[in-house]
């Protein structure tokens, strides 16, 4: 799950934080939980939709683009950085 892929929609940040803090136990998962609670770091401090003047949204895997800029650097580090939490036993690590 992603919260913040438009930097200016924060609800999702809240959401993702009581999900993990009040609502999953670890010991009833069958599987694994990924969320990126901030998908767009820059437009969210801005408090803006995107980036470089781009729609984040637009530039998820499967659009070709011709050249990379700032915003597809962003896409790269989301789809490529994630948290895991395993059950039973949970544990944080970068994948």
Known sequence: M???LHGDEVNGV???HRLFQNELNPE???GT????????????LAGTR?????????LMPGYVLLH???TMQERERICSTTIRI??????CQKV
Do not use: K, Y
């Not at 995107?50 to 637009?58: A, E, I």
């Not at 395993?86 to 544990?91: D, E, H």
């Open 50 to 58: 995107g980036m470089d003047g781009q729609d984040l949204n637009r």
């Open 33 to 44: 939980v990924v969320a990126v609670v901030v998908a767009n770091l820059q437009g969210f």
């Open 68 to 70: 990379t800029n700032l």
């Open 86 to 91: 395993q059950s039973p036993s949970p544990t």
């Open 2 to 4: 992603t919260s913040s």
């Open 28 to 30: 009833e998962l069958h």
């Open 14 to 16: 809240r959401v993702i």
